[in-house]
């Protein structure tokens, strides 16, 4: 028998049928007529985004989108938020559909001329991730007639390991700050360098600098190169995202009230320079992760070799990051539970894998889970960030999961 990590605190007391938003499990499959599918709970979204505000109310919320781009809870978070974070033009254009493009900014690296351009023209502020790229906007910017709005990606050099993330495990990981930390290092690296100290930013007169853009975890270094912000007056600094959640046995929630103690107290005591200067933090998994669950059937259960494998009708194809396939070293499982059994004593050891002709095709790897039949409806918590828009849905042509919004 393998750990499994905790269930979310709103499912963790739940007994009998499980149920999202007030609705069981079933009545959402009935709803959808078919499995898989995911619900997003937007009531535990909205829960989160008060816990934020309390506990940092000097600092501007931001979503980052890549988290779950699902146009209807896109509608239901963009008025809770005071920006969108995108990665693409594709996320550029779902985010101007539910805000204001000056609210917008568009991070990531190897944005195409395209994207710069679409950026540029719409008003988004491009986080910029080198001086090529930099350059490449503000001849797009001469062209169009318009100045591009911009802030510059630095990346503090400092481990991400364990700072500011519940969870502490791999922290470029399962978190997908592989991604991050990858596009960090394709970015700009000299440690704490502020916007000003930019040489090339320097020489443009014409440049509307916004703000630094750093993805650095929340530790004194990073405190630190607030106060060297650079010698222009920023009018934002984006602190950037990667609150951690607890996927994991071992993970544990972040203190987020702490954080925002920390950061309150690093701000009392910053340089005049940033006195006037607002501050952001873009969240893509803390705010959705928990909101979400994936629900997939029981089609078939078969002993093998000494294994019982529950196989289910959804795998990697939507969930790749609780088959451990999405940046994870070691392969650990998401919470599991089975829909109709909640709070039920363990009656068996079970490997839960999908329909994918893949032995990667495992949601759930030696969990002790209550009696499971075939028919049920197995739930994998966690299941609101990096689902569905992280995952190889083309792979072995199966449908897509459907996607549901409660409480919207
Ligand atoms: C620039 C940027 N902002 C925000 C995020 C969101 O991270 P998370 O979902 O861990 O909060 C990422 C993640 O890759 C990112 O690269």
Known sequence: MKPMGALPLEFAQQNGLLKIGGRTADNWAARTADTPLFVYDMAIVVARIARFRAAMPAIDLHYAIKANPHADLLTAIAPLVDGLDVASSGELAKAMIVKPAASISFAGPGKRDDELSAAITAG????????????????????????????????????????????????????GRRGAGGSARKGDRRSGRGLARVPYLRRQPSARCRSDHRDAGRDDRTRGAIGRGGRRRPPLVNLGGGFGVPYFASDAALDIERVGEALAEA????????????????????????????????????????????VVDGGLNHQLAASGNFGTVVRRNYPIAVAARMGHAPAETVSVVGPLCTPLDRLGDKVALPPVHVGDLIAIFMAGA???????????????????????
């Open 124 to 175: 988004a502020t491009l986080n910029v991730e080198s001086e090529g790229e930099a350059a490449r906007a503000f001849a797009i910017g001469d062209r169009l007639g318009q100045t591009p709005r911009m802030a510059v990606r630095v990346n503090p050099d400092i481990e991400l390991r364990g700072s500011g993330h519940a969870d502490g495990r791999s922290r470029l990981a399962v978190r």
């Open 267 to 310: 701000l009392a005591s910053r340089p005049a320079i940033l006195a006037e200067t607002r501050f952001a933090i873009e969240l893509g998994r803390w705010l959705v992760a928990e909101a979400g669950v994936y629900l997939t059937r029981v089609i078939d259960i078969k002993q093998s070799q000494g294994e019982t494998f529950v």
């Open 386 to 408: 990096y689902g569905a828009s992280a995952s190889p849905t083309a792979f072995l042509g199966h449908p897509p999961a459907s996607e549901i919004v409660s409480g919207i």
